[in-house]
């Protein structure tokens, strides 16, 4: 397993913009899928956009395509999620998750190393 630490959360008004990132610990990143999984309060937690381990392969929910990115950095051990033109109903809070494997899955039973989590606020 892995340690992952979330940033970049925060408040921001309806139709702007954030970074994610997930910093991760260990010295083997690059083994691993990402995944980018949020949960609003009373709801499921969903899986957002994922990431293979070589970063050749995304998927991303329906709800955000076009809209967000993920990216990751192997050299530096993070990933990234680029989140633009975002919604109120799109508050929540934001998980980093990792699954040993070279292909981007979307079932999250795949994922069994979490972050604590970085609040997104979007203020209408």
């Known amino acids: 397993q892995v340690q992952l630490v979330e940033s970049g959360g925060g408040l921001v008004q309806a139709g702007g913009s954030l970074r994610l990132s997930c910093a991760a610990s260990?010295?083997?990143?690059?083994?691993?899928?990402m995944g980018w999984f949020r949960q609003a309060p009373g709801k499921e937690r969903d899986l957002v956009a994922a990431i293979s381990r070589s970063g050749g392969s995304t998927y991303y929910a329906d709800s955000v395509k076009g809209r967000f990115t993920i990216s990751r950095d192997n050299a530096k051990k993070t990933v990234y999620l680029q989140m633009n033109s975002l919604k109120p109903e799109e508050t929540a809070v934001y998980y980093c998750a990792a699954g040993a494997g070279p292909y981007v899955i979307v079932t999250s039973r795949v994922y069994d190393s979490w972050g604590q989590g970085t609040q997104v606020t979007v203020s209408s």
């Open positions: 260990g010295r083997t990143f690059s083994s691993y899928r």
